[in-house]
């Protein structure tokens, strides 16, 4: 199983961003993938999980600006932002799980992605 993440890059404070992270060797449909998150000197922090293809849980932190979504069809799971703030800097790792439901700990995970940087100016 390979999960490849991408989208990251430099964005003003206030901006949008959607990572992407495409899956191979695995159906996404027999997964729970989930976004983390770390930053410069900070543990890897839980950002979103969806499992069943549209039960979600996103982080206090993140809820109603951060968006995780799936596309089955194409074995990616996406993280929209919107309302990026300079504390969301930080590298993003997909992830997934073969249990259902949105675990927070990292150690749930089985799977990794080699993550991506997203960096928020202000």
């Known amino acids: 199983v390979q999960l490849q993440a991408f989208g990251g890059g430099l964005v003003q404070a206030g901006g949008s961003l959607r990572l992407s992270c495409l899956v191979s060797?695995?159906?996404?449909?027999?997964?729970?993938m989930g976004w983390f998150r770390q930053a410069p000197g900070a543990e890897r922090e839980f950002v979103a999980a969806i499992w069943w293809s549209v039960l979600t849980y996103h982080a206090d932190s993140v809820k109603g600006r951060f968006t995780i979504s799936r596309d089955n069809a194409k074995n990616t799971v996406y993280l929209q932002m919107s309302s990026l703030k300079p504390e969301d800097t930080a590298v993003y790792y997909c992830?997934?799980?073969?249990?259902?439901?949105?675990?927070?700990?990292?150690?749930?995970?089985?799977?990794w992605g080699q993550g991506t940087l997203v960096t928020v100016s202000s």
């Open positions: 060797g695995r159906s996404l449909s027999s997964s729970t």
């Open positions: 992830a997934s799980k073969s249990s259902s439901g949105s675990d927070p700990e990292t150690t749930a995970y089985h799977y």
